[in-house]
C-alpha cells in the first residue's frame, strides 16, 4: 500500500518512539525531518530534495520500515500500526516545518537500552552524542557526516 507522507510519518512516529510521549514522538520526527532537509552528506543525496520516503525506506536505517531483521519477522513495523489522533498531530506538526527545539540538526536517534549513550553513532564517527530525550539518544553530525 502506498501510504501519504503524512500517514507514513504518523506510522514511523507510532513506531519508532509510541511510548515516549509528544515530546519523545516530535523529537523521532524532527530528526527524520532533518535528514529530509538535509543540504550536504549522505541524507541529502537520499531524499533528492525533500523525499521522505526515500529517507524512510532507505535500507538499513529503520528496524519500523522493515518487515524482517535478521531473517525473522519483525512484527514492530509500521504496516501493523494504528495511528491515533495524536500520531497525526506530530505527523501534521513535523510536515508544518515545526522542530523540537532541543534536538537542533540531529540526524540520527537510537535506543540503547542502557542508561547511557555512546559517544559516537554511527560507528563511522560521522555522528556525535547532542542530547538523551527518554530513552532514545540524538546525535548531530560530525564534520566527517559532509563526506558520507
Request: aromatic share 12%.
Given at each position: ?21 509528544d ?121 566527517k557526516?559532509?563526506?558520507?
Amino acid at each position: 500500500m502506498a501510504y501519504s507522507e503524512r500517514e507514513l510519518l504518523a506510522r514511523i512516529v507510532q513506531c519508532e518512539a509510541g511510548g515516549e510521549g509528544d515530546n519523545g514522538m516530535k523529537a523521532v520526527a524532527t530528526s527524520i525531518m532533518n535528514r529530509v532537509n538535509a543540504t550536504e552528506g549522505e541524507y541529502s543525496r537520499i531524499s533528492q530534495g525533500g523525499n521522505l520516503r526515500n529517507i524512510i525506506f532507505q535500507e538499513e536505517q529503520y528496524d519500523c520500515a522493515r518487515e524482517t531483521i535478521r531473517g525473522q519477522y519483525n512484527s514492530q513495523n509500521i504496516y501493523n500500526m494504528n495511528p491515533t489522533d495524536e500520531h497525526y498531530y506530530i505527523a501534521d506538526w513535523a510536515l508544518s516545518g515545526n522542530r523540537l527545539n532541543e534536538i537542533g540538526d540531529c540526524l540520527w536517534y537510537l535506543n540503547p537500552f542502557r542508561p547511557t549513550c555512546s559517544s559516537y553513532f554511527p560507528s563511522n564517527g560521522s555522528g556525535i552524542i547532542h542530547t538523551r530525550l527518554g530513552e532514545h539518544c540524538f546525535y548531530r553530525p560530525t564534520e566527517k557526516y559532509a563526506q558520507t
